[in-house]
T-cell receptor, first 110, second 116 residues
Framework: RKEVEQDPGPFNVPEGATVAFNCTYS??????FFWYRQDCRKEPKLLMS???SGNEDGRFTAQLNRASQYISLLIRDSKLSDSATYLC???????????FGAGTQVVVTP | GAVVSQHPSWVICKSGTSVKIECRSL??????MFWYRQFPKQSLMLMAT?????????EQGVEKDKFLINHASLTLSTLTVTSAHPEDSSFYIC????????????FGPGTRLTVL
């Protein structure tokens, strides 16, 4: 079983709509959680860290459910520029070692 | 976040040659850097953790004699792919932790290696 699992998608989303997707992780001792965005043939860029109480950054909302070991990302009012692959990333130790999900592809259409 | 550069951004080489990739931290002194590899449509896989002034820590299945890592200063880590073969063709990305509360990592732009 993979340590971090994501629905690969693609999620086809009309512009202006809301899209949400989850990621599950297997290591209950995981310490930090992140969503990164990766565009085609580019490096991952940090979208947001995920806090225990959940957090919001503009149109993006992240939630953490430790009991069920999943993280979610919700994108409101989708823009064409939101089209990308969203990587769920989990830090499994205090040294910063990260486990990556394979990514969820989001395609926002006009 | 921390600004990370990589050089070269892409390289094409013949099988059997060695390729050196540089990863630089432009605004942060990093005692630890990370090297990843990503094959098409797959997730990033950690290859090794690069420690300034000491030996790198390699992940299981990564050959330390093939992927030589040198972290000689707080702003530079290098990865050398020795005797590269076509199966080494991949996207190599370095990262470092920016020292934030949650140890967020910031990535270099990556190096696309193609071995013919």
């Amino acid at each position: 079983r993979k340590e971090v699992e994501q629905d690969p998608g693609p999620f086809n989303v009309p512009e202006g709509a809301t899209v949400a997707f989850n990621c599950t992780y297997s290591n209950s001792a995981s310490q930090s959680f992140f969503w990164y965005r990766q565009d085609c043939r580019k490096e991952p860029k940090l979208l947001m860290s995920v806090y225990s109480s959940g957090n919001e950054d503009g149109r993006f909302t992240a939630q953490l459910n430790r009991a069920s070991q999943y993280i979610s990302l919700l994108i409101r009012d989708s823009k064409l520029s939101d089209s990308a692959t969203y990587l769920c990333v989990v830090a499994t130790d205090s040294w910063g070692k990260l486990q990556f999900g394979a990514g969820t592809q989001v395609v926002v259409t006009p | 976040g921390a600004v990370v550069s990589q050089h070269p951004s892409w390289v094409i080489c013949k099988s059997g040659t060695s390729v050196k990739i540089e990863c630089r931290s432009l605004d942060f002194q990093a005692t630890t850097m990370f090297w990843y590899r990503q094959f098409p449509k797959q997730s990033l896989m950690l290859m090794a953790t690069s420690n300034e002034g000491s030996k790198a820590t390699y992940e299981q299945g990564v050959e330390k004699d093939k992927f030589l890592i040198n972290h000689a200063s707080l702003t530079l880590s290098t990865l050398t792919v020795t005797s590269a073969h076509p199966e080494d063709s991949s996207f190599y990305i370095c990262s470092l932790s920016g020292g934030g509360t949650y140890n967020e990592q910031f990535f270099g732009p990556g190096t696309r290696l193609t071995v013919l």
